[in-house]
């Protein structure tokens, strides 16, 4: 079984800065990309940055040069550092991961399952 646990919301005054983090625990092979998305209240969950394993990335429009995404592939771990934070970056932050797997069903083959967090709450004020 695999857990995706976010943490380091919070409330933050406009202009200010917070780093979310995220750590994928379990029975993990190996994790592809990893990345961030918010859903902000009456709106969809959009894409904030993603990482692949590799280190590259890409980011929302509305965030660039604002945050920085990274991760520590030996802890299974992805961070989002905000800054100049404004207040439409309110949103609940959620984290996902696309793990590869291995399927025993129909003589056993390798495929991809993404695990999603429970989400962090993050406010800023203005």
């Known amino acids: 079984q695999v857990q995706v646990v976010e943490s380091g919301g919070g409330l933050v005054q406009a202009g200010g800065s917070l780093r979310l983090s995220c750590a994928a625990s379990g029975s993990i092979f190996s994790i592809n990309a990893m990345g961030w998305y918010r859903q902000a209240p009456g709106k969809q969950r959009e894409l904030v940055a993603a990482?692949?394993?590799?280190?590259?990335?890409n980011y929302a429009d509305a965030v660039k040069g604002r945050f920085t995404i990274s991760r520590d592939n030996a802890k299974n771990t992805v961070y989002l550092q905000m800054n100049s934070l404004n207040s439409e970056d309110t949103a609940v932050y959620y984290c996902?991961?696309?793990?590869?797997?291995?399927?025993?069903?129909?003589?056993?083959?390798?495929?991809?399952?993404?695990?999603w967090g429970q989400g962090t709450q993050v406010t800023v004020s203005s």
């Open positions: 996902n991961a696309d793990l590869r797997e291995y399927s025993y069903s129909s003589g056993g083959y390798w495929t991809t399952r993404v695990y």
């Open positions: 990482i692949t394993r590799g280190g590259s990335t």
